[in-house]
């Protein structure tokens, strides 16, 4: 009768116990396990691509959006499970070398994802995401909405509403809290706003014709701001002069400035509501909307009229923009931020004060008035 003792002549399986090796079955499935980890890593970095680079997006809707981020988020874990183990981190590491490949041959703009890249898979996602001309205005909404902030708890499929505004929330906290930071004329919020807004014209413009989704883009930005047209505002102000990656925001600023002069609506409300100090800002950065200003300037002097009650010029729209002694005051900034203008500008009013008369009697014409104001 064989010894119940364990050893070199026990069962085949004691042995592999007694030196820690798993039995059959069990290796059969840590290997399949491991199939199944590598295909869905495989997986992952073809939704990275297919993301950043395909037009398979125009197709997504949100629930496809929540499954994405889901796929991002397990990347992240796999990340946090095995970078310290050498030998999972080399298989692993394999595996994204050979979909690289792949992926680098069928999409020519396609940048490789190493093992390090997937702690953060699911900003490498979203950036993917906003850098595709044909990520549909349904998904952006959906990850801008304001009203339905992001939830953060880990969840199968969690909601990924307001996912860009949770991040915005964030920077924006990390640029007041940071002593080391400039203090923004427009606020951290809007600032952080304004970088996404230029990325994303960034990204619609980069591939030729794509002029007139960049368009829509920024009417739908539009639309949804109604209730908060002011701070829009702000972000449009930012994105003219947040000066990250200029070279490359030159064609998006210009073709914001040229949207935003066809939105005349849009341009006096920015030229009421911002800070003057903002204003000359923008108009000494850029020349269009410098002219741009000047001439909404102008169209608010055209618009009043003398009240004998008040003894002054008003505006004639029920809803009051400027005083004349603020539309005097933002003729001098301009002025004197642009002192070459102040030449043609008086030149222009003293031609409209000829034709209204030339009368040196205050109270006849808004722009003999005007040009009164400035010599005083």
Request: glycine share 6%; proline share 3%; hydrophobic share 40%.
């Amino acid at each position: 009768m064989r010894s119940g003792k364990s050893g070199t002549n026990g069962h085949p399986d004691d042995r592999r116990v007694k030196n820690n090796e798993c039995p059959p079955a069990d290796s059969e499935r840590r290997e399949r396990h491991m199939e199944a980890v590598l295909k869905n890593l495989a997986s992952a970095a073809e939704l990275l691509a297919a993301a950043a680079h395909s037009g398979v997006v125009e197709q997504w809707d949100k629930q496809t959006l929540s499954r994405a981020f889901h796929w991002a988020r397990y990347c992240e874990h796999l990340f946090s499970r095995f970078h310290s183990n050498p030998t999972m981190r080399g298989v692993m590491e394999k595996q994204l070398q050979l979909t690289n490949q792949s992926l680098g041959a069928a999409f020519p703009e396609y940048t490789e994802v190493s093992f390090s890249d997937l702690s953060r898979c699911q900003h490498l996602l979203l950036v993917g995401l906003l850098n595709n001309p044909e990520l549909p205005v349904s998904i952006m909404k959906t990850l801008f909405d304001t009203w339905s902030p992001a939830n953060t708890k880990q969840s199968e499929y969690q909601d990924v509403t307001g996912f860009c505004n949770h991040i915005i929330q964030c920077k924006s906290a990390c640029k007041v809290l940071s002593p080391f930071t400039d203090v923004s004329a427009v606020g951290a919020d809007a600032e952080v706003q304004g970088v996404m807004l230029m990325e994303r014209l960034g990204a619609l413009l980069s591939r030729g014709g794509e002029a007139c989704r960049a368009e829509h883009f920024l009417d739908s930005v539009l639309q949804g701001c109604e209730g908060a047209a002011e701070h829009f505002c702000l972000v449009i102000a930012a994105a003219l002069l947040t000066t990250k990656n200029p070279a490359a925001q030159t064609a998006s600023q210009g073709f914001l400035l040229d949207w935003l002069r066809r939105k005349h609506s849009v341009l006096q409300l920015m030229c009421s509501a911002l800070p003057t100090a903002l204003l000359i800002d923008l108009a000494k950065e850029h020349l269009e909307f410098r002219d741009a200003y000047c001439d909404v300037l102008k169209k608010w002097a055209s618009d009043m009229e003398y009240s004998m009650r008040e003894g002054e010029w008003v505006q004639t729209s029920t809803k009051r923009t400027v005083s004349f002694q603020k539309l005097t005051e933002c003729f001098l900034a301009l002025f004197e931020a642009c002192p070459p203008l102040r030449e043609d500008v008086e030149r222009e009013l003293n031609a409209l004060n000829i034709a209204d008369g030339d009368f040196d009697v205050r109270g006849l014409s808004v722009w003999g008035d005007l040009l009164s104001a400035f010599n005083n």
